[in-house]
């Protein structure tokens, strides 16, 4: 289903600005409200305007990982926040007090700001991600930031974009040149799950037919299990993705796969069971985890991973997997070794990053 | 200022029916009834006549009731002039309770849900939630205002301090059986108001995930006998029916607990020394707690605990299993 918003609320300082008129251009008649200044956290009763603001924070920073479980070294670029998809199990609902999408028009400075990082950090390999605190492609038909990131990454000698989406909006994808630099990543889940959890997402088949034609067109694909969901018939749900999956596309071109079963921090909970009350997301049993957030019994992941890896493997035994934020001692039972055996998280996707 | 003159007014006079300015809720203190009896009503009613003849109790309801209860015929009351509009009285009656005694959750919800017909929200958040000691918001707000349709029984226990008003809070968006039945529980074991939401909130996933009501959890079979299991202490009870719950709410956790305290009895540890697995089993690090009172026997110790770091049940009892079956747990 492709984002439309019911209104924009623009701040005036921004209203030259390309991106503006991209998303003007895109939505043609649509009221706009004219603001000065919009908060950090305006509430909105219904979460069906687009804001756009200009952005004085960070536009690059690390992913908020913990430093209880292994984490990847993913950096995040920040152009917007929120997500309109609704998914039950969704992070952005308690991260985000605001429901309504949020970009940042002051793109140039974004810009600016990647290329200086890119320039004068230490690191010797960038993954840099937007799709953590939105959907990486959701708006892209609006914004076509896509037409900006992936020529630009293209030419980075050390750095790569990972798309992140759970749409089918990849039109704009095609005429681009990327270097083998944009990497375009899937969340998945079964039919089922999706149509319960996920319902204004794009279906299982639309996600497959997406990463085919980004494989078609030279792509390099990525796609997460996360979060891996435990429901009575997970194992035959999740072996039917991955079936579908490896129809759509050749394991040769898919960079990694990440597992993560489902985690969130204790007050989610609440907003889970009043904005989705047909979700049985909360029905399998929850334990504190290490850093806090709720997960499954460590028994049950371990079980998910094994059975997910054997699934996976069995079809390309060269599938470069990974667990997302997870101790050793899982990754031992599950995967079979630590990071550490392979040089550290960071150092196995880095290598696979730049092949 | 508001003018009023003294009155003597018939008991038979007050209109008992009109509780539009009455915030008090709870049964007669027995010092009021000795106090009115021993030395007299020392500070008079505050009423208000109404057009029928009758009189409006504004302030002091209680000792209104308390000299009904002892059989006076009359007593000398201050009289508001009827022409003083209702939400005057009304703040009158709010203002006189709060200044000498903290109102219950019940009677702060009264005042909330009474002065609700006459002011905004934001403005009755404003002005009376700091009144009340309650922080002001409206999600408090609300809560507050749920408070007004609990049963009389519920109201009862929040009055007399038997239900906190976490609990109250949290019951208050139950169905109507399920409510009562944590009440019955409540009222008749001792669990501590964190217990208590614990439990709420696990009979409610229980609920869900089984499709029952928490009536029906709570009236089970298993939780009956436990309830009913009078020989034993009612605190041993209260956490014997706590486990039973947690057991039922995690299965796979409890299996696992069970399985590690079976391994570690085969396991024959020496005396003085204990394995402790990390919380929920979530993490790498588990802790070997030996206690000794002489440097031999800590020699000993340690000697019996290396030769059973070798052996393989010790390192299958950090490890995970499929303890249940996924169709045991549903899936």
Same mark, same amino acid.
């Given at each position: ?58 536009? +690059? ?7 209880? $479980?292994?984490?990847?070294? $993913? ?34 400075? =974004? ?7 890119? !320039? ?6 960038? !993954? ?15 914004? !076509? ?19 992140? @989406? ?5 039109? %704009? ?14 969340? %998945?889940?079964?039919?089922? +799950? ?17 990463? !085919? ?17 435990? $429901? ?26 990440? %597992?993560? @079963? ?59 997997? $990974? ?6 001692? +899982? ?16 150092? =196995? ?7 | 200022?508001? *003018? ?9 006079? &007050?209109?008992?029916?009109?509780? /539009? ?29 109404? #057009?029928?003849?009758?009189?409006? &109790? ?35 009656? &709010? ?11 019940? *009677? ?58 976490? &609990? ?6 139950? #169905? ?53 299991? /009078? ?39 020496? /005396? ?60």
């Amino acid at each position: 289903m492709t984002y439309h918003p019911e209104k924009l609320v623009i701040e005036e300082e921004v209203a030259g600005s390309p991106l503006v008129r991209s998303i003007l251009a895109g939505l043609p008649g649509i009221p706009v409200q004219w603001v000065d200044r919009l908060g950090e956290e305006r509430k909105s009763e219904t979460g069906n305007a687009l804001e756009i603001v200009k952005f004085k924070g960070r536009f +690059v920073k690390a992913c908020p990982g913990t430093r209880f $479980y292994n984490c990847c070294g $993913y950096q995040i670029l920040n152009f917007g926040n929120q997500c309109s998809l609704g998914c039950s199990y969704c992070i952005l609902q308690a991260y985000f007090s605001n429901p309504n999408l949020r970009l940042f028009a002051n793109i140039d400075e =974004m810009m600016q700001e990647l290329r200086e990082h890119l !320039r004068n950090s230490p690191r010797a390999v960038h !993954r840099i991600g937007t799709g953590e605190f939105t959907d990486s492609l959701l708006l892209d038909h609006l914004t !076509r930031l896509s037409e900006l990131l992936v020529p630009f990454f293209a030419k980075q000698p050390n750095a790569v974009l990972e798309l992140k @989406t759970k749409t089918a909006q990849v039109d %704009l994808l095609e005429k681009l040149d990327h270097g083998g630099r944009t990497i375009v990543a899937w969340s %998945l889940n079964p039919p089922e +799950v999706i149509d319960r959890e996920e319902t204004t997402a794009s279906s299982l088949k639309e996600r497959l037919e997406a990463a !085919r034609r980004c494989q078609g067109w030279g792509y390099r694909l990525a796609f997460h299990f996360d979060p891996l969901l435990a $429901y009575p018939k997970w194992k035959e749900g999740y072996g039917e993705v991955v079936d579908r999956l490896f129809s759509a596309v050749d394991p040769d071109g898919i960079v990694w796969i990440s %597992l993560g @079963t489902l985690r969130f921090m204790p007050s989610l909970k609440v907003t889970i069971r009043h904005r989705h009350p047909l979700s049985i997301i909360l029905d399998e049993e929850f334990v504190p985890g290490l850093d806090g957030k709720l997960r499954y019994f460590r028994d049950l992941r371990v079980e998910m991973y094994s059975h997910l890896k054997e699934l996976l493997l069995s079809v390309h035994k060269d599938l470069c997997l $990974y667990l997302c934020m997870e101790s050793n001692d +899982v990754w031992r039972e599950a995967l079979g070794f630590t990071p550490a055996d392979r040089g550290g998280l960071s150092a =196995m996707l880095d290598r696979q990053a730049l092949f | 200022m508001v *003018e009023t003159e003294p009155c003597s007014i018939q008991l038979n006079k &007050i209109d008992w029916n009109d509780t /539009s300015c009455l915030i008090t809720y709870g049964p007669l203190p027995p010092k009021l009834l000795l106090s009115i009896q021993t030395v007299g009503l020392i500070e008079p009613p505050l009423v208000q006549g109404k #057009k029928n003849g009758l009189f409006r &109790i504004v302030c002091g309801g209680r000792r209104l009731a308390a000299c009904k209860k002892i059989g006076l015929d009359s007593l000398t009351c201050r009289v508001l002039p009827s022409s003083l509009e209702h939400q005057k009285c009304l703040r009158l009656s &709010i203002y006189d309770n709060v200044a000498h005694r903290t109102l219950n959750p019940i *009677e702060k919800s009264l005042v909330l849900a009474k002065m609700l017909d006459y002011l905004e929200k934001p403005q009755l958040i404003d002005e009376f939630m700091p009144l009340l000691d309650l922080e002001p918001s409206i999600t408090l707000f609300n809560r507050y205002l749920g408070l007004h349709d609990l049963e009389e029984v519920m109201l009862d226990s929040l009055a007399a301090g038997r239900l906190n008003e976490r &609990i109250a809070f949290a019951l208050a968006t139950q #169905k109507q059986g399920d409510r009562l039945a944590y009440l019955r529980l409540f009222e008749e074991l001792p669990f501590s108001v964190s217990v208590q939401e614990e439990l709420v909130e696990t009979v409610e996933d229980i609920a869900r995930k089984e499709n029952l009501t928490g009536e029906q959890i709570l009236s089970s079979k298993e939780l009956r006998a436990l309830r009913q299991a /009078s020989k034993r202490p009612a605190r041993q009870r209260a956490q014997e029916i706590r486990k039973h719950l947690q057991a039922r709410r995690n299965p796979r956790l409890t299996a696992r607990k069970e399985r590690f305290a079976r391994e570690a009895r085969d396991l024959g540890l020496p /005396s003085g020394v204990r394995l402790v697995p990390p919380p929920y089993f979530e993490g790498p690090k588990w802790i070997l707690e030996c206690t000794f009172e002489r440097a031999e026997e800590l020699a000993s110790r340690l000697r019996h605990m290396a030769q059973l770091a070798d052996q393989p049940e010790l390192q299958g009892m950090m490890e995970s299993k499929s303890d249940i079956s996924s169709r045991e747990v549903g899936n």
